[in-house]
């Protein structure tokens, strides 16, 4: 019954108001708002220490001045008389001069502006430094980035994966958390700002009048502001900018962490900094990565004695602890510094696409720009491209490769890589050879980690979800992939026995069993690999596929041997259950079709 007066008195005093206009049945609201204002500026003052700061100052005071404030405080307190509260203030001014001299000589230490020091004094020989794309030195408990001067204004995407998770809760390690693009900026004294970049609207008239019109409607938030402990020099010239990032990473800055939406689903609420810290942070020629470990307090369970909708997942581990700790990977990777040249999306052909609204100086209206999201794949030379020209298969300069997650149980990873292999096929089609490959993960190499930016993987959850699927990370500006993580869950296989079982046991009699043999279920999960790629090279789902096929041809063993029963590995026919015991018919599964190589 207080949530409406409460809420009214934070209307009246957010705004600061004066007067308030009401009809006489509202007065006892206003009361109470005036009532709550002054019983939290009691408890907690105006400021922080509000009350030691009173106290000390009336120590200096004599008893009768003493008692003269306390009666004019207590008028105000009591009556709101504004009179009384100025003549408060008047003995708390007429206390000596020292408390005062005091004061300002903390508030002026307070403000002073850290200088920059020497490099040497800064960065002495207790750092621990790794060389990269950002230099990362490691001086006690805290982690300095020096971003070279080269590196500032550049565009840098970060991905955030989680690296471990609580169980229960619907997410695992490896899936992706945020996805950002940021950039350092010089700031106008001896300061670093961190921006992050959404991209929505652009121009192509760089030196235009109009571009200042598309800067002026899309500043980029300010997400970090660093004082410069010391600058890198090469004699007199500028190299590198040192600044302290720890207060970056160990903290719950949205970039880097979970964003409002997703806490909301998690029931997690107040982030919890005593317990929260970074394990580390690499860095390599094009990438640095941040591991941190984070903890959240978590919303306790309402009890109702009413049915209703809920909204949001409690982690068991909150349920019995309060908390909960999740361990995220940050990716930063530098996006590349020619933009790949843009494939215009055409809506006859499947791809997942990516666009924002283009002004341009000529033109009557704002377009927008929609294009494809696919891979870069280049010739090597010259020599190369000549070649493929003339209808020679030539290897790309930057193949694609798909790794194993060594969690994956052993038997299945060769028909994982299998399915990432039988896409050759398209790309061969395309005029490329040994484009794509699936590779089993080193474990034994320090340098490589699963979470990191640089490698696609497969990865492999521990989760009752009957399911997987294939996202792909893109660079905003072109649509250039860059890197997928494909989340495979356990209990697909039982997904897959089911509907393999009900659609085909017909005619294929190692599916009339309630358990398949390993040789069965591997072409199951190949086949699901597959269709989870293509997803990781662009493509949606083609519902229409199977339509190119004549439904006569669905029980013609020689057709199907050679077309399969639909024209994509991207649809959803999942197997022929048209065919029948006596057709002969053995090819069932969908494999990569015409459309799939044509696409």
Do not use: C
């Given at each position: 019954?207080?949530?409406?007066?409460?809420?009214?008195?934070?209307?009246?005093?957010?705004?600061?108001?004066?007067h308030v206009p009401v009809g006489e049945d509202q007065a006892s609201h206003v009361e109470?708002?005036?009532?709550?204002?002054?019983?939290?500026?009691?408890?907690?003052?105006?400021?922080?220490?509000?009350?030691?700061?009173?106290?000390?100052?009336?120590?200096?005071?004599?008893?009768?001045?003493?008692?003269?404030?306390?009666?004019?405080?207590?008028?105000?307190?009591?009556?709101?008389?504004?009179?009384?509260?100025?003549?408060?203030?008047?003995?708390?001014?007429?206390?000596?001069?020292?408390?005062?001299?005091?004061?300002?000589?903390?508030?002026?230490?307070?403000?002073?502006?850290?200088?920059?020091?020497?490099?040497?004094?800064?960065?002495?020989?207790?750092?621990?430094?790794?060389?990269?794309?950002?230099?990362?030195?490691?001086?006690?408990?805290?982690?300095?980035?020096?971003?070279?001067?080269?590196?500032?204004?550049?565009?840098?995407?970060?991905?955030?994966?989680?690296?471990?998770?609580?169980?229960?809760?619907?997410?695992?390690?490896?899936?992706?958390?945020?996805?950002?693009?940021?950039?350092?900026?010089?700031?106008?004294?001896?300061?670093?700002?961190?921006?992050?970049?959404?991209?929505?609207?652009?121009?192509?008239?760089?030196?235009?009048?109009?571009?200042?019109?598309?800067?002026?409607?899309?500043?980029?938030?300010?997400?970090?502001?660093?004082?410069?402990?010391?600058?890198?020099?090469?004699?007199?010239?500028?190299?590198?900018?040192?600044?302290?990032?720890?207060?970056?990473?160990?903290?719950?800055?949205?970039?880097?962490?979970?964003?409002?939406?997703?806490?909301?689903?998690?029931?997690?609420?107040?982030?919890?900094?005593?317990?929260?810290?970074?394990?580390?942070?690499?860095?390599?020629?094009?990438?640095?990565?941040?591991?941190?470990?984070?903890?959240?307090?978590?919303?306790?369970?309402?009890?109702?004695?009413?049915?209703?909708?809920?909204?949001?997942?409690?982690?068991?581990?909150?349920?019995?602890?309060?908390?909960?700790?999740?361990?995220?990977?940050?990716?930063?990777?530098?996006?590349?510094?020619?933009?790949?040249?843009?494939?215009?999306?055409?809506?006859?052909?499947?791809?997942?696409?990516?666009?924002?609204?283009?002004?341009?100086?000529?033109?009557?209206?704002?377009?927008?720009?929609?294009?494809?999201?696919?891979?870069?794949?280049?010739?090597?030379?010259?020599?190369?491209?000549?070649?493929?020209?003339?209808?020679?298969?030539?290897?790309?300069?930057?193949?694609?490769?798909?790794?194993?997650?060594?969690?994956?149980?052993?038997?299945?990873?060769?028909?994982?890589?299998?399915?990432?292999?039988?896409?050759?096929?398209?790309?061969?089609?395309?005029?490329?050879?040994?484009?794509?490959?699936?590779?089993?993960?080193?474990?034994?190499?320090?340098?490589?980690?699963?979470?990191?930016?640089?490698?696609?993987?497969?990865?492999?959850?521990?989760?009752?979800?009957q399911n997987a699927y294939g996202p792909n990370v893109h660079d905003p500006r072109t649509?250039?992939?860059?890197?997928?993580?494909?989340?495979?869950?356990?209990?697909?296989?039982?997904?897959?026995?089911?509907?393999?079982?009900?659609?085909?046991?017909?005619?294929?009699?190692?599916?009339?069993?309630?358990?398949?043999?390993?040789?069965?279920?591997?072409?199951?999960?190949?086949?699901?690999?597959?269709?989870?790629?293509?997803?990781?090279?662009?493509?949606?789902?083609?519902?229409?596929?199977?339509?190119?096929?004549?439904?006569?041809?669905?029980?013609?063993?020689?057709?199907?041997?050679?077309?399969?029963?639909?024209?994509?590995?991207?649809?959803?026919?999942?197997?022929?259950?048209?065919?029948?015991?006596?057709?002969?018919?053995?090819?069932?599964?969908?494999?990569?079709?015409?459309?799939?190589?044509?696409?």
């Amino acid at each position: 019954f207080l949530g409406y007066p409460l809420l009214q008195a934070a209307d009246i005093l957010i705004y600061k108001a004066k007067h308030v206009p009401v009809g006489e049945d509202q007065a006892s609201h206003v009361e109470l708002t005036r009532e709550s204002a002054r019983r939290f500026n009691h408890l907690y003052g105006r400021e922080i220490n509000a009350e030691e700061k009173v106290q000390a100052s009336l120590a200096k005071l004599p008893k009768d001045s003493i008692k003269r404030f306390e009666k004019s405080r207590k008028a105000f307190q009591e009556t709101g008389d504004a009179k009384a509260m100025e003549g408060a203030l008047g003995y708390i001014a007429s206390a000596p001069e020292l408390d005062n001299a005091a004061s300002t000589a903390v508030d002026t230490k307070k403000n002073e502006t850290k200088k920059p020091k020497p490099y040497g004094k800064v960065i002495d020989s207790t750092a621990i430094t790794q060389k990269g794309l950002i230099d990362v030195h490691q001086v006690g408990d805290k982690f300095l980035f020096e971003v070279p001067t080269a590196l500032i204004g550049k565009e840098i995407m970060t991905i955030t994966r989680y690296s471990k998770t609580p169980a229960g809760g619907g997410i695992f390690g490896g899936e992706e958390v945020n996805r950002q693009v940021i950039k350092f900026e010089k700031g106008l004294n001896d300061n670093v700002l961190l921006r992050s970049i959404t991209y929505v609207i652009s121009t192509p008239n760089e030196d235009s009048p109009i571009t200042k019109a598309v800067r002026n409607s899309s500043a980029d938030p300010i997400i970090g502001n660093f004082e410069i402990m010391a600058y890198n020099k090469d004699g007199k010239d500028i190299i590198g900018y040192v600044f302290d990032v720890t207060s970056l990473f160990d903290a719950d800055i949205q970039t880097f962490s979970i964003d409002p939406m997703r806490k909301q689903l998690l029931n997690i609420q107040a982030f919890q900094k005593d317990k929260s810290f970074i394990e580390g942070i690499k860095s390599f020629p094009i990438n640095t990565e941040i591991r941190s470990v984070k903890t959240f307090s978590t919303k306790a369970p309402q009890i109702s004695t009413t049915p209703a909708p809920r909204i949001g997942t409690n982690f068991p581990a909150a349920l019995d602890a309060g908390v909960v700790t999740l361990e995220l990977n940050t990716s930063m990777i530098l996006l590349p510094e020619k933009p790949m040249r843009k494939r215009t999306f055409d809506k006859r052909v499947g791809y997942f696409a990516n666009g924002y609204d283009v002004f341009e100086e000529n033109s009557l209206k704002s377009d927008t720009d929609i294009f494809a999201v696919r891979w870069r794949l280049e010739p090597i030379n010259d020599e190369d491209a000549e070649k493929q020209k003339r209808g020679e298969l030539i290897e790309p300069k930057k193949p694609l490769v798909y790794y194993i997650d060594p969690a994956t149980p052993d038997k299945w990873k060769k028909y994982i890589k299998a399915g990432i292999d039988d896409w050759q096929e398209a790309f061969e089609f395309a005029g490329w050879k040994n484009a794509i490959r699936g590779e089993y993960w080193p474990e034994n190499d320090p340098t490589m980690s699963l979470e990191d930016a640089r490698y696609s993987v497969v990865r492999y959850f521990a989760a009752d979800i009957q399911n997987a699927y294939g996202p792909n990370v893109h660079d905003p500006r072109t649509g250039e992939i860059m890197e997928s993580h494909i989340g495979w869950y356990h209990n697909i296989m039982s997904l897959l026995r089911d509907w393999y079982l009900i659609q085909t046991a017909a005619v294929d009699p190692a599916a009339r069993n309630m358990k398949f043999n390993d040789e069965l279920m591997g072409e199951l999960i190949r086949f699901v690999s597959s269709h989870e790629v293509g997803h990781t090279l662009g493509l949606r789902h083609n519902m229409g596929a199977s339509n190119a096929t004549p439904v006569e041809m669905l029980r013609n063993p020689d057709y199907q041997k050679k077309n399969g029963h639909t024209s994509s590995i991207m649809d959803y026919a999942r197997f022929n259950y048209v065919a029948q015991p006596e057709d002969g018919v053995k090819d069932l599964f969908p494999r990569i079709g015409d459309y799939d190589k044509w696409a």
